[in-house]
């Protein structure tokens, strides 16, 4: 069979790195970061999470072929901020969301559960 290891898909070689940027040279504020061994779902949270922010012009992403196990995410922004500062701030807004998230999950499942000990 012609597919990959199934661990490919996850794990990074040594001597990879998991983020690369290369600006675009031909149009102004604009850069592409490959973010290795992602998929779909990084990649859609991460451009919806990019367009929130009004300083961003464009930003999409890309699957180059279903066996490489990587996305190409492209970023445009305006005079006032850089593709750069739009991604970094995207990670940390993701990175918070999620914290929160998993707060609240866990609230509310130590509820449950507290409800479950007194029987209610």
Same mark, same amino acid.
């Given at each position: ?26 149009? *102004?504020?604009?850069?592409?970061? /490959? !973010?290795? %061994? ?10 919806? =999470?990019?367009?929130? @922010? ?12 279903? &066996? =490489?196990?990587?996305?190409? *995410? %492209? !970023? =445009? /922004? ?5 593709? /750069? =500062?739009?991604?970094?701030?995207? !990670?940390?807004?993701? @990175?918070?969301?999620? @914290?929160? &998230?998993?707060?609240?999950?866990? @609230? ?8 479950? %000990? %007194?029987?209610?």
């Amino acid at each position: 069979m012609n597919a990959p290891d199934r661990y490919e898909r996850f794990v990074v070689p040594e001597g990879t790195k998991k983020v690369s940027y290369e600006r675009d040279t031909k149009i *102004v504020n604009a850069a592409a970061f /490959t !973010i290795e %061994r992602e998929e779909h779902t990084v990649g859609n949270i991460l451009r919806m =999470q990019l367009h929130r @922010d009004p300083n961003v012009l464009f930003a999409g992403y890309k699957l180059p072929h279903p &066996l =490489q196990y990587k996305i190409i *995410v %492209r !970023i =445009q /922004t305006t005079s006032q901020s850089s593709p /750069t =500062q739009a991604y970094t701030q995207a !990670i940390d807004d993701l @990175d918070k969301e999620l @914290d929160y &998230l998993k707060k609240s999950f866990e @609230d509310e499942k130590n509820r449950e559960e507290e409800k479950l %000990r %007194r029987g209610y």
